[in-house]
């Protein structure tokens, strides 16, 4: 069974940046696209970024657009999400998750949305002051 461990999360001023680190175990990681997620407190969890299974092609929500990028590293199990130019709006709980189940064998193809993603990390808190 695939499981997911998030890390990397903390305290920044705006401005500032973090890197999340997701480390994947029991199962074929490079099979799999891979996707960040975040809930603002009472808020729902949304779309922040999304990978394919070889790396080559990834996709973000507009307003991380030029901040935010996704890589992946298959050979650690390891997917990361670099957040640069941090801003309070950024503040979230921050979810990785896996399509262990993916609904097509496109090695380029990513997901957006939050149903195609079966396996999900215990989160990370990231919180931005201004």
């Known amino acids: 069974q695939v499981q997911l461990v998030e890390s990397g999360g903390g305290l920044v001023q705006a401005g500032g940046s973090l890197r999340l680190s997701c480390a994947a175990s029991?199962?074929?990681?490079?099979?799999?696209?891979m996707g960040w997620f975040r809930q603002a407190p009472g808020k729902e969890r949304k779309f922040v970024a999304a990978i394919s299974r070889t790396g080559t092609s990834s996709g973000y929500v507009d307003s991380v657009k030029g901040r935010f990028t996704i890589s992946r590293d298959n050979a650690k199990n390891t997917v990361y999400l670099q957040m640069n130019s941090l801003e309070p709006g950024d503040t979230a709980v921050y979810y990785c998750a896996a399509a262990t189940k993916p609904r097509d064998s496109i090695t380029y193809a990513y997901y957006t949305g939050a149903q195609l993603y079966d396996v999900w990390g215990q989160g990370t808190q990231v919180t931005v002051s201004s």
């Open positions: 029991g199962g074929t990681f490079s099979r799999y696209p």
